[in-house]
Every structure is written in C-alpha cells, then in structure tokens.
C-alpha cells in the first residue's frame, strides 16, 4: 500500500505531538515533586521554628519559678530573722519559746523553698535530703548535743511534689521538735527515729518515735488542745492521710497518706 506525502505529514505530526505530550507530563511531574520536596522543606522549618518557641517558653517558665520559689524563700528568712529580733526583747520565757516555734516553722517552710529552687524539677525535691537538711537545723535551734541524742534516719530515696512536701516538712518540724523539748528532759540521751517509705506508688509511710518520757497515762491524743499535735492533725488531713499514735516506751506517730491526688 502506498502511503501520500500528506499520510507522512500526519505520522510525523502525530509523533511530535506524543514527544510534547509525554515532555509535558515529565515536566509536570517534576513540578509535582519539586513542590513536595519545598512543602515538605517549609513544613519542616515551621515544625522547627515552632519548637525553638516551645522550648524558648519553657526555658522562661522555668526561670520565672525559680525566682518565685528564690524570692519567697527570702521572705520567710526575713520573717524569720524579724521574729529573732523581735525575741531578744522579750523577758517572758513562754513568749520566748512561741516565738523559737513560730520561726522554726517558718525555716521548714524556707528550705522547702531553697530546695525547689536548687532542684532540677522544679516541682519536686528529694525528700531524704531535705529530711537531713530540716533536723540538723532544729539541733542546731534547740542547741542540743548530737551525741547525747541519737538519731536514727531511715529515708528512702523519694521525691515528693511540693504540695506535699510542705505539710510533711512542718509535720517532722513539729514532731521532732516536741520530742527535742519535752522527751528528754529527765536523761542525758535518748534516741529519736525518723523512717520514710514508699508503700505502693503514690502512697507513704513516715513514722516518727523517740524513747523518752513519754506523754501522761490521762493524755488523750484525739481531745488534746496543744497548738503543735493540733497543727499535726490539721496539716494530716491536709495531706488526706490517716494518723496513728502509740504511747508505749515513748512516742511513736505513724502518718500514712497519698500524693496521687495532691
């Protein structure tokens, strides 16, 4: 069959139109993945730009608590040395000693404070050390001779939320400084123990005791009107705990409570 010079002209007319289609669709597709390759580019520098804000947040968030927990810890030493001052005008041994108890709460509280601010999460310290911390500075307060006195710390090595371990601090404060004022004063040593366990997750054990004198045969825990045991029971509710005291060979108080809700 023979083919006309305008048969030809159509074939070649028809094979360039295929060459120019199929460029276009190569062309298409690489603006297709040239675009991706940009999208994903502008994707990945919000992602990041977005990041370095996030990051650049925290790092101010964590500055700002900082300084708070720095700047109330100055306060309550301020408060604190206010109240020495204020004690060496005062002739009335009674007042006195309100005055000692009312500043050593105020320091339990400080260190709380000082810890948090030194602590690398901000929102809990190691208790342990702060345990440490918080009775050397109430021998040191009550001037008592360290070995005369023997104490036993058994603390594990627990972190604890500062809605916590505000109220478990003043509680040992408490306690610790009931049994360096009244356990002893009849004897020339003793022995004072501290334990602090975790149960389960979330749950704790401290159990506080001390060999001395003990309270009255006619002391009843439940009905007693002392500032200090009233202050304990209030700050043990606080925490949600529950409260246990035994009066056989001394004092013991065992306070178990949770921190999963604080």
Known sequence: MLTTAKDNEENEFLKQLLIDVNANVHQTS???????????????LARKQSEEQIKALLQEKEVLLKEIHHRIKNNLQIISSLLNLQAEYIKDNQAIQIFKDSQSRIESMALIHDKLYKSKDLSRINFADYI??????LFYSYNLNSSAINLKINVEDVF???????????IINE????????????????EICIDFCSIEANLFTLTISDNGVGFAKD????TTESLGLLLVKGLTNQLKGNIYFNSNNGVEF???FSTKNL
């Open 132 to 137: 440490q911390d918080l009775v050397t500075n």
């Open 175 to 190: 306690l610790i400084s009931n049994s360096l004022k009244h356990a002893f004063q009849q004897r020339k040593s003793g």
């Open 30 to 44: 690489l603006l297709t993945i040239f675009g991706n390759m940009i999208a994903s580019v502008i994707v990945g």
């Open 160 to 170: 604890l939320v500062s809605d916590a371990a505000i109220p478990c601090g003043l």
């Open 254 to 256: 065992k306070i178990i």
């Open 219 to 222: 002391f009843d825990f439940e």
